[in-house]
């Protein structure tokens, strides 16, 4: 992330980096990556799988509720804060998935 002092410029989002071999410092992270190989065991190739194969798992974890989210899901989340910006009159620049 090479322009990571704009980006917090401009969405006011702080940009932390982790110390090397360090996985406490990024607990969320390291959950996620656990999450992950339920579905995709260690030495998955992923480069060669269609993205579709992906997408039913995708789903699943980000209708799963995190604590870090008091309880409610990435999806919810994600849902939330783009009414918020509608109402505000903010656009979004993320696809819009059916």
Request: charged letters at 20%; glycine letters at 6%; proline letters at 8%.
């Amino acid at each position: 992330m090479l322009e990571h002092v704009q980006f917090t410029i401009d969405s006011g989002v702080q940009v932390y980096f982790c110390d090397p071999n360090s996985p406490w410092q990024r607990g969320s992270n390291e959950n996620t990556n656990g999450l992950l190989r339920q579905y995709f065991p260690r030495r998955s190739d992923m480069a060669h799988s269609p993205r579709s194969a992906s997408m039913p798992s995708a789903a699943e974890l980000n209708g799963r509720p995190r604590q870090t989210l008091d309880w409610i899901s990435p999806a919810e989340r994600l849902a939330q804060l783009l009414k918020r910006d509608t109402r505000a009159g903010l656009t979004s620049t993320l696809p819009v998935q059916n």
